[in-house]
């Protein structure tokens, strides 16, 4: 009940296309959905965040929506350029516990 | 922002030896701090948990006298590997959350390479 799927494990868009990447949860206390964007070599970085009184977030070209009956929410990256080459991680997490569970990880690689 | 700082990015030391990671909030007072480990192409495990001034909580599988956290302050926390061996060869990450941020918003390190010979 604690895990976090998150599909597809890689993904080669072209450049200027649109990326897409899922991940589905089960535990319904968690309330708070943040998606990662990790290079080579260094930490994971917070990319865009959502919490489950919205359906959408947007930030410039990176867009998460989210479901809530379906338990399910998505990183849409618009205009993918080369430089959203980069390794994705959804999470999820409650305001009750401390712990953030992290997805598989989703390697993303943009053709110029 | 809040900035994380990990120190040393990069270690190489002889099996047997003890090599320690400095994780510092540099903006903010992190209530929490946590330690992962990644391994190639894998998603973070999340090795512990702790928190400013107590013991840290060490995740099921994860030898707490293997690797000795210490939080002693509200902006340091440090990670011991003790008597390491090739087998503890990884990405060491460490992350913090804090009082205005909120306990899961995370800020993260850019991580520590190990690599015992």
Not at chain 2, 51 to 76: M, P, R, W
Request: with cysteine; glycine share 6%.
């Amino acid at each position: 009940q604690q895990q976090v799927k998150q599909s597809p494990q890689s993904l080669i868009v072209q450049k200027g296309g649109i990326s897409i990447i899922n991940c589905a949860y089960e535990n319904t206390a968690f309330d708070y959905f943040p998606w990662y964007q990790q290079f080579p070599g260094k930490g994971p970085a917070l990319l865009i965040a959502i919490r489950p009184d919205v359906s959408e977030k947007k930030e410039g070209r990176f867009t998460i929506s989210f479901n809530k009956s379906a338990k399910q929410f998505s990183l849409h990256i618009m205009d993918s350029q080369p430089g959203d080459s980069a390794t994705y991680f959804c999470a999820a997490s409650s305001s009750s516990a401390s712990k953030i569970i992290f997805g598989s990880g989703t390697r993303l690689s943009i053709r110029p | 922002g809040a900035v994380v700082s990990q120190h040393p990015s990069r270690v190489i030391c002889k099996s047997g030896t003890s090599v320690k990671i400095e994780c510092r909030s540099l903006d903010f007072q992190a209530t929490t701090m946590f330690w992962y480990r990644q391994f190639p192409k894998k998603s973070l495990m999340l090795m512990a948990t702790s928190n400013e001034g107590s013991k840290a909580t060490y995740e099921q599988g994860v030898e707490k006298d293997k690797f000795l956290i210490n939080h002693a302050s509200l902006t340091l926390s440090t990670l011991t590997v003790t008597s390491a061996h090739p087998e503890d060869s990884s990405f060491y990450i460490c992350s913090a959350s804090g009082r205005l941020s909120g306990a899961n918003v995370l800020t993260f390190g850019a991580g520590s390479r190990l690599t015992v010979l």
